[in-house]
């Protein structure tokens, strides 16, 4: 975890002189508006994994729900089989201009991706991937460094696929998609 400290100024703001709290703001910042380029993930998921070949296929389920008043979308996950369980948290960079998600797993991966948005119908996140090999309840493990690449397409209500690819040190690629349909 990492502390950042900032100091913010008030506007408009009257000091307390009766020692009385503020009153809660009703109307908060509202969410960005670029959210909704990713309510095509709400709801609960289930994703037909087809991996790289010589790969094994695999269901994920998935349910992402809107979080921080729709600041961020999280999505919790499990892969089968081998009970992979993870989550993602999609949101707004507002400084950068682009889509983030951060993603970690009872593994031990974890990753930060990041997407300019929609382009012709794809919405591409790329960023490092620490892929867990091999966990271990010690919390030392063997993992590896990769390049990700997730490519969603919407297909139709309720209905995204996701092809994605994995980058390794030597240059191999690895591709694999998942069909995902509401419900």
């Given amino acids: ?6 100091t913010v100024s008030p506007v408009n703001a009257e000091p307390d002189t009766e ?3 503020p009153p809660r703001s009703t109307n908060p910042l509202p969410a ?4 909704r380029d990713l309510d095509f993930l709400l709801g ?8 790289p070949p010589g790969g094994k296929p695999a269901v994920l389920r998935m349910t992402t729900k809107k979080a921080m008043g729709g600041h961020y979308y999280y999505t919790d996950a499990t892969l089968e089989p081998g009970k992979v369980v993870g989550r993602s948290s999609f949101g707004w960079n507002p400084v950068d201009k682009t ?5 970690h797993d009872n ?18 996140f ?8 091999k966990p271990d309840a010690s919390g030392n493990t063997e993992g590896i460094k990769l390049g990700l690449v997730d490519d969603y397409q919407i297909l139709g209500p309720g209905h995204f696929k996701d092809n994605t690819s994995f980058t390794f040190p030597d240059g191999n690629v690895l591709r694999g998609s998942y069909d995902c349909r509401r419900g």
């Fill in 1 to 6: 975890m990492s502390v950042v400290a900032f």
């Fill in 19 to 21: 020692g009385k709290k």
């Fill in 32 to 35: 960005p508006p670029q959210m």
């Fill in 44 to 51: 609960t998921y289930t994703c037909d994994y087809t991996p």
């Fill in 99 to 103: 889509f983030i998600n951060q993603y």
């Fill in 107 to 124: 593994w031990g991966s974890s990753g930060t991706y990041t997407s300019s948005g929609w382009k012709n119908g794809h919405l591409i």
């Fill in 126 to 133: 790329k960023g490092p991937l620490n892929q867990v090999v």
